[in-house]
């Protein structure tokens, strides 16, 4: 192992140690369960957690509404932003609006995606979208403005027409940058999935199952559905990531 | 007396200007002149006259505020493969192989692949490069990208090469090399080129016939036969006398006005 891992390791390490001495300092599992029981949780993820599911099963459960919500974002967010980076009245039309929503929290919108769409994925899926939808879109719109003037230019002087010109050279080039807004996109995504599963009226979920067994004073199951709920997280960053750095890699160079 | 020539691009008092109301700047004044088929001419001037600007007005990448530009006799109103440009940066996309960087004017066209795959090769060789078609830009020299974009630019089998400034990122042993190679080039595909240049060394190298242009706004000094044997000797007394007389020709403080009419008429 060399210097570096170590140094990585350090932090984590200290806070687990800290962790188990207060757990048996404090001597109240309701408070801050010990590690033995947050990892038995953990190591059983296929057991049922009092009537509302396992561990894997919720995750599924959370996975395909964000995966829903992200293709709705996602499928909206690119093609608009395409339209905004490439002809900029439509940018100057839409920024306002843009700006005006944009730090608006997707949770914000709760009240009204139920006013809307009542209780249940539809309404979840909105606000899992609207959280994904800005990043892809800025991102998007930033990466179709920045493609090269020569690049284009180049291409044109070939008898490259409108279809050409979008296929052959904006697109792949704006790629990285479209990625990039997906990938925080699917973050911020993955959070609002989360949070919006403890609204009422749901009954599946990570979120859910945090919830659920808050109220049932089971902090172990808390604390290994939020491991559960940032394990998977990492796990789709690092997925973004690598396909960034295999395909999308000719932007550093 | 070159009246046997065919000419091929002909600039009738093309004038540009930006802004508008008082802030009106005239970058290009009534520039006339013409290139002839197989022939190398180089547009020389200070920096801020407008060369660039031109050669974008020829290219149909910009519009003129007055005047036209004509190719075998139509005009030219908007960029298309009869006319190939190689951009002072290569402007090569980076994410596709040097072979897909040459092919893509040829795919857009629809060319059969078989074909393209001939073309592309045939051109890449020309510059010396059919080694590297597999490998990427970056993977590149300065110099070897620039012939990439050059064979790009001939794919198409343009009518005329244009070329800005498109040696001035490379250094100097690079710089002599490529120029020599364009020569090749022209001399085997017949194509006539233009380009901009600041290098009054590299103009007076390369091209058959010089246009002079004056700064702000930028006009016709003076169209130049250099009547030079090729390959030409940069040390030779008469390379040198020409060098000279450019050099004094663009320092001249001469009002540009007084010599517009006899620099189009030279040739």
Known sequence: ?253 | MERSVTMMLQLQNVSKEFGSGKSRVRTLQDINFEVNDGEIVAILGPSGCGKTTLLRIIAGLEKPSSGDVLLDGEKVEQPGPQLGMVFQEHALLPWLSVHRNVSVGLEMRGIPQEETRGRVMQYLSMVGLSDSAERFPHELSGGMRQRVAVARALTLEPKLLLMDEPFSALDFQTRRQIQQDILQVQERTGKAILMVTHSIEEAIYLADRLVLLSSRPGMVREVLKIDLDRPRDRASPLFLKSLNYVLNCLNASVAPESRKIGGTGAN
């Open chain 1, 1 to 253: 192992m060399n210097r570096r891992t170590l140094l990585k390791l350090v932090i984590p390490l200290a806070i687990i140690m800290l962790w188990e001495a207060l757990s048996i300092f404090i001597h109240n599992q309701f408070i801050l369960p010990n590690i033995r029981s947050v990892l038995q949780v953990l190591l059983s993820p296929g057991t049922d957690i009092m009537g509302s599911g396992s561990l894997i099963e919720n995750a599924l459960m959370s996975l395909q509404r964000v995966g829903l919500g992200f293709l709705v974002a996602t499928c909206l967010a690119v093609p608009l932003g395409v339209a905004m980076g490439r002809w900029e009245p439509l940018k100057e039309a839409f920024d306002g609006i843009v700006s005006a929503l944009r730090p608006v929290p997707p949770l914000a919108w709760v009240p009204l995606a139920l006013a809307w769409l009542k209780i249940g994925l539809a309404s979840i899926v909105f606000i899992i979208a609207l959280g994904a939808f800005f990043p892809v879109l800025l991102n998007t719109m930033q990466g179709v403005r920045g493609v090269k003037k020569n690049w284009i230019e180049a291409i044109t002087m070939m008898g490259a027409k409108e279809h050409d010109l979008m296929v052959r050279v904006i697109l792949p080039a704006a790629a990285p940058e479209i990625w990039t807004g997906m990938r925080i996109g699917f973050g911020i995504a993955w959070m609002c999935v989360v949070a919006a599963e403890m609204l009422p009226g749901t009954s599946t979920g990570l979120g859910y199952l945090i919830m659920y067994a808050y109220s049932w004073g089971q902090i172990q199951v808390v604390m290994a559905g939020m491991i559960a709920i940032g394990f998977i997280g990492i796990i789709i960053d690092r997925f973004f990531v690598s396909v960034e750095r295999r395909w999308l890699s000719w932007r550093g160079l």
